[in-house]
């Protein structure tokens, strides 16, 4: 190949993108609000064995891919060798053109291994497996390694209220570190009422991480509300929360604790008082992190584990979802408006799965600012099946034209890969893009630096404001960019 795909102005269409993207947004550091890293790894700096790895565990992006592309279960989660589930996938590189996946592998191998001569396939996959591996052997190529090379300064993990946050804490008793790792409170698993059996034994896994007796409603929530306060010590900024839809059914505190009683006694539990529970549970949650000042986020819109045969064989999180089509206007209206109306509305991010609720959602939001926090109810940026060119283009479009772009907090990983920052990067080119077209069209004036410092704000600094983390405690500010 005698041009390198990935070069300095990919993606940059036009002389303004370019200098966009390389005066104002190329240098920018990374808070990365929302991912799915192992925060075991970050705090004993894992080395990589080899590149699959770093690339391919875990990854049910690439496992669709592969068997999608016909490559038998053994080359993706069996028994084959590192080795082979790396060719095998190499192998089918060039049969995902046009998916995000190409972009990203070679962004990937370009950012990390300085790859940008050849194209991964078939033929030069040996090359470039011996090439990787050789780097990954070497001390710079350390998990915090990784990080600090692509200027990540905020960290945030996805932790359940059960887990014991001991690397996190850690962590934050080092003095010589380059960035801050923060938990993020996921309690999806508190609010599973209907999965009976393993709702009984979450519970009892609360009762150790609280050190709490657990037999009431009121004792559950306390132990959460112990757990939420833990979090808290610890820096956590934000809870996450993946749901189908919005809840919006009605609730009464006696109908919960009525509902919990008979979870734990094993007793059949209907529909309508699923949804209760579900619907007070998310309410209580978004009532403590008001309390808090964090921010609330809802991941809208997947249909997980749709393949019940692979579930049982492969578990969950194995490229076996999709999106889902549910009805989210009324219930998130209706869900939003209870905090509104009792003023225990957080800050909060909606992430909506299936393209069709952009503009839905983006003007959701305009519902319920307050003038007093900027972006207060914020359109989250494209995710999982969305965070691809289009999907990302589209998400801004909609911002842009339903609500304040300026004020947007920007891009995440929501990745379990420590390989996968260079989204960042392609998410900053496919902005600087859009803007610089919109320049070069007359769409919007010439005057860099207004374009700029929104680049500057959406790509960076609107999230630093919007989750405090420039204004953290001296205690736990262990860099010197905040």
């Given at each position: 190949m005698n041009k390198s795909f990935i070069h300095e102005n990919f993606l940059l269409q036009n002389d303004q993108a370019q200098k966009l993207y390389h005066d104002y947004a190329s240098d920018l550091p990374i808070i990365d609000f929302h991912c799915h890293l192992d925060p075991d790894a970050i705090v004993k700096d894992t080395q990589f064995q080899n590149l699959s790895k770093i690339w391919l565990h875990g990854d049910h992006y690439k496992w669709r891919a592969m068997r999608t592309c016909g490559v038998p279960e053994r080359l993706i989660t069996g028994d084959a060798s590192d080795e082979e589930k790396f060719k095998a996938w190499a192998s089918i590189v060039p049969e995902t053109l046009k998916n995000p996946l190409y972009h990203w592998t070679h962004l990937e191998l370009k950012t990390y291994f300085g790859i940008d001569d050849v194209l991964l396939n078939k033929k030069s996959a040996q090359g470039i497996w011996e090439h990787s591996n050789k780097l990954l052997s070497q001390p710079n190529f350390s998990t915090r390694s990784l990080l600090h090379r692509m200027q990540v300064k905020v960290v945030c993990t996805t932790d359940d209220p059960t887990d014991s946050l001991d690397m996190h804490r850690k962590y934050q008793q080092e003095n010589d570190t380059h960035f801050v790792l923060f938990p993020t409170f996921r309690p999806d698993k508190a609010?599973?009422?209907?999965?009976?059996?393993?709702?009984?034994?979450?519970?009892?896994?609360?009762?150790?991480?609280?050190?709490?007796?657990?037999?009431?409603?009121?004792?559950?929530?306390?132990?959460?509300?112990?757990?939420?306060?833990?979090?808290?010590?610890?820096?956590?900024?934000?809870?996450?929360?993946?749901?189908?839809?919005?809840?919006?059914?009605?609730?009464?505190?006696?109908?919960?604790?009525?509902?919990?009683?008979?979870?734990?006694?094993?007793?059949?539990?209907?529909?309508?008082?699923?949804?209760?529970?579900?619907?007070?549970m998310m309410h209580m949650f978004a009532v403590m992190d008001h309390?808090?000042?964090?921010?609330?986020?809802?991941?809208?819109?997947?249909?997980?584990?749709?393949?019940?045969?692979?579930?049982?064989?492969?578990?969950?999180?194995?490229?076996?979802?999709?999106?889902?089509?549910?009805?989210?206007?009324?219930?998130?209206?209706?869900?939003?408006?209870?905090?509104?109306?009792?003023?225990?509305?957080?800050?909060?991010?909606?992430?909506?799965?299936?393209?069709?609720?952009?503009?839905?959602?983006?003007?959701?939001?305009?519902n319920f600012q307050n003038g007093e926090i900027a972006g207060k109810v914020q359109h989250g940026p494209g995710w999982w099946f969305l965070d691809q060119k289009e999907g990302m283009e589209e998400q801004l479009q909609t911002l842009s034209n339903m609500s304040c772009l300026s004020h947007f907090v920007g891009m995440v990983t929501d990745s379990r890969s420590f390989l996968s920052y260079p989204r960042h990067d392609y998410y900053r080119r496919i902005l600087c893009n859009m803007l610089g077209n919109d320049i070069e069209q007359g769409i919007i004036p010439e005057d860099y630096e207004l374009v700029g410092e929104l680049i500057e704000n959406v790509c960076y600094k609107n999230a630093l404001k919007y989750f405090k983390y420039n204004r953290l405690p001296a205690e736990m500010d262990k860099t010197p960019i905040f």
């Open positions: 609010m599973q009422v209907e999965q009976h059996k393993d709702f009984l034994d979450y519970v009892k896994k609360l009762e150790s991480a609280s050190d709490t007796d657990i037999s009431t409603f009121k004792d559950f929530i306390d132990a959460l509300q112990s757990r939420h306060d833990y979090f808290g010590q610890l820096g956590c900024r934000a809870s996450d929360h993946g749901i189908e839809e919005p809840y919006a059914h009605p609730f009464n505190q006696q109908q919960l604790h009525d509902i919990f009683a008979k979870a734990i006694q094993g007793l059949d539990i209907s529909t309508d008082e699923v949804m209760a529970f579900k619907t007070g309390e808090k000042g964090w921010a609330f986020q809802m991941h809208i819109g997947a249909m997980r584990n749709n393949n019940k045969r692979k579930f049982n064989e492969l578990g969950p999180d194995t490229g076996f979802d999709s999106i889902g089509d549910f009805q989210i206007a009324k219930p998130l209206s209706s869900f939003l408006n209870q905090l509104d109306e009792d003023d225990t509305l957080p800050r909060v991010i909606i992430y909506n799965l299936n393209p069709r609720d952009n503009a839905l959602i983006s003007t959701m939001t305009g």
